[in-house]
């Protein structure tokens, strides 16, 4: 607030032209303050050019900004790179090449890990830019902050890259003979994103941008992602079925490996001590000529691809009762 005694002697002397800095270095070495000199400065310009001081922004202020911002971009990462990594996993199990050794990686874990990512992060990350649009829109001067251009430029280079990268592979792969459908569909998924990324945020920048239609298609695209996702893995009660299963093939492989280091095959199992996960009894034990016997369990589910994960096709196995074969002196397949 402008100092009332002061208030004259300042009108007085800017109306003969004094200069702000000789009044300020004047009166404060008269003895005052020199809040109430400036304010009392800035009121008469105020009230000679008829517009308002702007007021700079508090350090708060922008730490919020940068809070939000990071908060936005660290969640639109955490989720475009999971529904491109789902489209590949989607796209290598409906498409498989022959030519390019299979990845070893737990297909069903991999794809639920990737459709919880996107539940948890796109969700967050539309609550934070409706947030930070809605602030935008209340005080527009905050479309010219630092903090916002400066991580809305970063987020904008990371798009080029994968952009740039994704053009650059896909020239590779094809003077190299390498092109396949398959592969395509990877370059058209990773241009897709990070094209869409990069066109919003380009114009996020310049204030002409379509928030609601990028939004709608960020959602309509991890939907049908995670619905296609779910199709393949199951609900969570299949998938919970196929863990048991997963449970009795180890039991079985841990049986198999003690049978195999014991000089004699044994009477029964109860030495072991394993049973199966959901109902308790024990696994079922055939004795054969020699050293041959068998293994039994009752499954819950198909294996996934006639194998289930981290094991050969040796343990492949119906729904319902299913037997392995095993002989003592053999190494136990993985």
Known sequence: MPNPELEPFVAAAKQRGVGDEFLAALLTRRGWPADDVYNTLADWWERDTGIALPTRRSAAENARDAFLYLLAF???ATWAFALGSLCFRLIEH?????????????????VTCQM?????????????????LRETRAN???????????????????????????????????LRGELTVRFA??????????????????????GRTNNQAFGILGVASATAAVCLGLSVTGTPRVQ??????????????????????????????????????????????????????????????????????????FWAHPAGRACFAFERTRPVPW
């Not at 409906?94 to 991999?110: E, G, Q």
């Not at 919880?116 to 930070?132: C, E, F, G, K, Q």
């Not at 251009?149 to 952009?163: D, E, R």
């Open 140 to 174: 527009p001067d905050r479309i010219g902050s630092g903090v916002r251009k400066w991580l809305t430029y970063l987020a904008l280079l990371l798009a080029a890259i994968g952009v740039v990268s994704d053009l650059v592979c896909f020239v590779d792969y094809f």
């Open 116 to 132: 919880a990512s996107i539940l948890v992060a796109l969700p967050i990350y539309l609550w934070v830019m409706r947030l930070i």
């Open 185 to 206: 569909l990877k370059c058209v998924t990773v241009l897709a994103i990070c094209g869409g990324v990069f066109r919003y945020y380009f114009g996020f920048l310049r």
């Open 240 to 313: 919970r079925r196929i863990e048991a299963d997963n449970r009795r093939i180890q039991d079985l492989r841990t049986i198999a490996n003690s049978i195999s280091s014991s000089a004699t095959l044994p009477e029964s199992l109860e030495k072991f001590g394993m049973t199966d996960p959901e109902t308790k009894r024990p696994y079922e034990y055939l004795p054969k000529t020699g050293d041959r016997y068998e293994l039994c369990a009752t499954f819950a589910e198909a294996s996934e691809s006639g194998a289930p994960p981290y094991g050969s096709r």
């Open 74 to 76: 660290s969640t639109l």
């Open 94 to 110: 409906w498409l498989p090449d022959a030519v390019v050794s299979p990845y070893a990686y737990n297909f069903r874990a991999t």
